[in-house]
């Protein structure tokens, strides 16, 4: 939750910063945010390897064979695929916000955003992915979507189809309308 927070902050003073030069584009973006996938799987495999060392039986360390962005890659390719085929999501972008360009915000708050940061400024959606190191389906695994009123929906992965035409749904206002 910390990291949401953090990355909500440092979106914040991007998306506010004096001076942007952020243009609109007619696609409606939906973030992947790499700085939590990333994490959220790098603290899992570490927490499981640390399991394993203490001698816990049914702890199963992550593949030594790939990193927690590649595993976030791996997914997120799935994903993307499915979105560029996926009829309900026609007006809407995917885009990536990275590690990298968290830290850069972080370190220069006020800079005016270009690129992928400037496309990011305003009205857009969150994507968050609680993947593990072990499944390349992700099956069961969780999802968070935050939109631009930061009303947050939660789903569980079936498949990378149902989880985007799910998403694609709720960004463009298909469907009903949740209160809380």
């Known amino acids: 939750m910390l990291k949401l927070l953090l990355a909500l902050v440092a979106v ?3 998306s506010f910063s004096p001076g942007q030069s952020a243009q609109k584009s007619k696609f409606l973006p939906i973030v992947f945010d790499d ?14 390897a640390n399991a394993v060392k203490v001698g816990n039986p049914y702890a199963k360390p992550c593949p ?10 791996e997914f997120e390719d799935e994903l993307e695929v499915a979105f560029a085929s996926e009829s309900a999501c026609h007006g809407l972008s995917l885009l990536h916000f990275t ?4 830290h850069a915000t972080v370190k220069n708050p006020n800079a005016p955003a270009t690129g992928t940061m400037a496309r990011m400024a ?18 069961g695994r969780g999802w968070t979507l935050l939109g631009p ?5 939660s789903g569980r992965i079936t498949t990378p189809q149902r989880v985007v035409r799910q998403i694609c749904k709720i960004a463009k206002g298909v469907g009903g309308k949740t209160e809380k």
Do not use: R
Not at 99 to 102: G, K, N, R, S, T
Not at 149 to 153: D, K, R, S, V
């Open 35 to 48: 700085w939590w996938n990333v994490d959220y799987v790098k603290n899992g495999c570490q927490m499981a």
């Open 64 to 73: 030594a064979d790939s990193t927690p962005a590649d595993i976030v890659k």
């Open 149 to 153: 009123e930061h009303h947050l929906l």
């Open 122 to 139: 305003g009205d857009n959606w969150w994507l968050m992915l609680d993947l593990d190191g072990h499944s390349h389906t992700q099956t």
């Open 12 to 14: 914040g003073a991007v």
């Open 99 to 102: 590690p990298e360009m968290a």
